[in-house]
Nanobody, 115 residues
Framework: QVQLVESGGGLVQPGGSLRLSCSAS????????MGWYRQAPGKQRELVAS???????KYVDSVKGRFTISRDNAKNTVYLQMNSLKPEDTAVYYC?????????WGQGTQVTVSS
């Protein structure tokens, strides 16, 4: 069982920045593939960014060049740095860990981009 706890969401103006953090339990964090998903009202949950155990990253096209995913294995933590935020980035953001084909989810953190 892996427990994930997100933090760092909030209200920000368009063009602003936020950094999300996700802390994971367990002693094998370094081998997890970690990801950030988001779900806006009335829309399906989508993968925003992922990072493999080896550090390879992937991004959805809409956030490329604005968001950066990173991980600190010593702290069992994955981050999502979000810059140049747009109103369409408004959603609940969920941390995900893939462990031997099993998905674990955090409780979600709200990000609202509005003036």
């Amino acid at each position: 069982q892996v427990q994930l706890v997100e933090s760092g969401g909030g209200l920000v103006q368009p063009g602003g920045s936020l950094r999300l953090s996700c802390s994971a339990s367990g002693t094998a964090f370094s081998i997890y593939t970690m990801g950030w998903y988001r779900q806006a009202p009335g829309k399906q949950r989508e993968l925003v960014a992922s990072i493999s155990s080896g550090g390879s990253t992937k991004y959805v096209d809409s956030v490329k060049g604005r968001f950066t995913i990173s991980r600190d294995n010593a702290k069992n933590t994955v981050y999502l740095q979000m810059n140049s935020l747009k109103p369409e980035d408004t959603a609940v953001y969920y941390c995900n860990a893939k462990v031997v084909q099993i998905d674990y989810w955090g409780q979600g953190t709200q990000v609202t981009v509005s003036s």
